[in-house]
């Protein structure tokens, strides 16, 4: 893994035909920090990642430290599921950065693919097909491509929304791990109890920020409910 | 008595053999491209594209009468430039690319009809729409098999990103920044193997042998390069097939291939290994542990 520069956002708006998703957001996140996004629904917590992810144009401020080592889960993969690939192919998506187009996949590689398969829990289904995973399964394959794109900086859009308990909390340790090695992560969460828990920090924003930094200062009673009032006034204006 | 009906045709006469190797090329370049066509959901995307030839392929005609090269060049240009327009409407408009195709091919097309119908005889036309497989020329050999090893080779270089955009399309933009340029080159595979197949088969079949064989693999392999292997056999095997019911009972040589792609297509949805009708209503029993 390269060095992880840090990641800062600033005066960064966002918007969708003028309407914007993301308003005047400052701030930071230091390299190698755990960071929940959380906020009502059209808060702009997705925008801002597919921001960093440098997926939509900018209408406003910069991102600085977010280049090429990012690796990115949104939250409704387009994954075809009728496509005919086998898992291990699919988790080997990952190794794009190392292979591009033409180098082969070594054997090396193909160690890494199976290992990070037996990290979530995979193990044995290399060659089954993708169409064959549950929701969970197919969540822990991406999570294990996740891994093998090694990135510094990974961003994760709702990666606990369509997995069961059980499935939620191995991944979740798969993040932990994530961020024991020094990785920057973001990921953007509904669940409170699961933030309070395991993230370190917390972006809590309805369109622009209402409070960022340890999460025991962010989930606040007044903060949430700021968030929530935020949230709606813009709701009335656009 | 086998020999006869089956290898003789081919030893004895020069226009049935050149009528196989044109097949074969055919089926090398078509086989792989009809498997993404149908992988990509693209099916009757390339349906247009083949009408959308015909005006370039008219225009041609027009020019310098049935030559081979211009009627091609004038097709690649038609179709290329039905396929960008399409594309770019698509993106920068709220139509959708599917749409926004039909609508342009649809004007090539009548613009094609009415070039030929009124400057050529209805000879001519047929010619054009159907195709002489029985009359390839060296030339058209030569052209045909350029481009099968052109697609073959340009697949080869994209194979992994285009694979990457069927099945995952939000990863490749994530991770190399954009598809675009993998969907136009394919997108100018798809034209210049129509523009091969119309020499032989005409531009309203060009596709069967593109598109049936593809279609039928689905039903029997599970992954890409199993799917394109057994199309291009396929295809091969309806084009040999097909030349025969035509020789042996004198029946137009482009439609006897297609339908005989057909028949493998119908066949394989009744009796194929995957999810085809017979899995469906007399499958197997499930495993128990």
């Keep these: 893994m390269k060095p992880v520069p840090p990641l800062s956002v600033a005066d ?39 921001a960093i992810a440098g997926l939509v144009p900018l209408s406003e401020g910069r991102i600085d430290g977010a280049n090429g080592n990012i690796a990115y889960l ?5 994954i075809d599921r009728s496509f005919p690939i086998t898992v291990i192919d699919a988790v080997s ?76 909390a191995d991944l979740m340790q798969l993040v932990e791990g994530w961020h024991r090695e020094g990785r920057t992560v973001i990921a953007v969460l509904h669940d409170l109890e699961r933030v ?43 | 008595m086998i020999y006869d009906a089956l290898i003789a045709p081919f030893v004895d006469y020069g226009f049935m ?38 005006p370039g392929a008219a225009i041609g005609f027009l020019i310098a009468g049935l030559s081979l090269w211009t009627m ?16 770019i409407i698509s993106r920068v408009t709220a139509l959708r690319e599917d749409a926004s195709l039909a609508g342009f091919y649809l004007i090539s097309l009548a613009l094609g009809v009415l070039i030929v119908s009124t400057q050529g005889s209805n000879i001519d036309l047929l010619h054009v729409l159907f195709g002489t497989i029985l009359s390839v ?31 995952d399309p939000a990863f490749l933009r994530a991770t190399t920044g954009g598809g675009t340029v993998w969907h136009f080159i394919f997108l100018v595979l798809v034209v210049v193997n129509l523009v091969a197949g119309f020499q032989a088969l005409g531009t309203l079949m060009a596709l069967g042998l593109m598109m049936l064989p593809a279609a039928a693999a689905r039903f029997w392999a599970g992954a890409v390069w199993s799917l394109a292997a057994l199309s291009t056999t396929l295809a091969f095997l309806s084009g040999f097939a097909g030349l025969l019911l035509s020789y042996n009972f004198n ?30 209503y007399f499958p197997r029993a499930h495993f128990h542990d």
Excluded at chain 1, 12 to 29: I, K, N, Q
Excluded at chain 1, 74 to 78: F, G, H, K, M, V
Excluded at chain 1, 116 to 141: D, I, K, N, P, Y
């Design chain 1, 74 to 78: 949104p939250q409704l993969a387009e």
């Design chain 1, 93 to 168: 998506l990952g190794l794009w950065r190392e292979v591009g187009l033409f180098r082969a996949i070594t054997g090396e590689h193909v160690k890494r693919a199976r290992a990070a398969l037996t990290a979530v829990g995979l193990g044995g289904f290399e060659g089954r097909q993708v169409g064959a995973l549950s929701a969970g399964q197919l969540q822990r394959a991406l999570f294990a491509r996740l891994m093998l794109q090694d990135a510094g900086l990974i961003l994760l859009d709702e990666p606990f929304a369509a997995v069961d308990e059980r499935t939620s």
């Design chain 2, 72 to 87: 091609s060049i004038g097709g690649l240009i038609a179709g290329l430039a039905v396929a960008f327009l399409a594309g």
């Design chain 2, 137 to 167: 020329t060296d030339d058209a050999l030569i052209l045909v098999a350029s481009i099968a090893t052109l697609s073959i080779v340009t697949l080869a270089l994209i194979y992994r990103p285009l694979v990457i955009e069927c099945f």
């Design chain 1, 196 to 238: 309070r828990e395991s993230f370190p920090e917390t972006l809590l924003m309805a369109r622009e920020p209402v409070a960022w930094g340890a999460t025991a200062n962010v989930l606040t009673p007044e903060n949430l409910r700021r968030a929530r009032y935020v949230s709606d006034a813009w709701g009335d204006a656009a």
């Design chain 1, 12 to 50: 960064l708006t966002v918007a969708y035909d003028r309407v914007p998703a993301v308003h005047h957001l400052t701030g930071s996140f230091a390299p190698g920090s755990l960071t929940a996004i959380i906020g009502p629904n059209g808060a702009g917590k997705s925008t801002l990642l597919k």
């Design chain 2, 251 to 280: 029946l137009p040589s482009g439609p006897s291939i297609i339908l005989t792609a057909g028949l493998v297509y119908v066949a394989s949805i009744l009796l194929g290994t995957r999810d085809s009708v017979r899995t469906r």
């Design chain 2, 17 to 54: 053999r050149r009528a196989l190797i044109a097949c074969f090329a055919l089926a090398l370049g078509g086989g792989p491209i009809g498997t993404f066509l149908v992988l990509r959901r693209m099916s009757l995307m390339g349906d247009a594209m083949s009408h959308a030839i015909l």
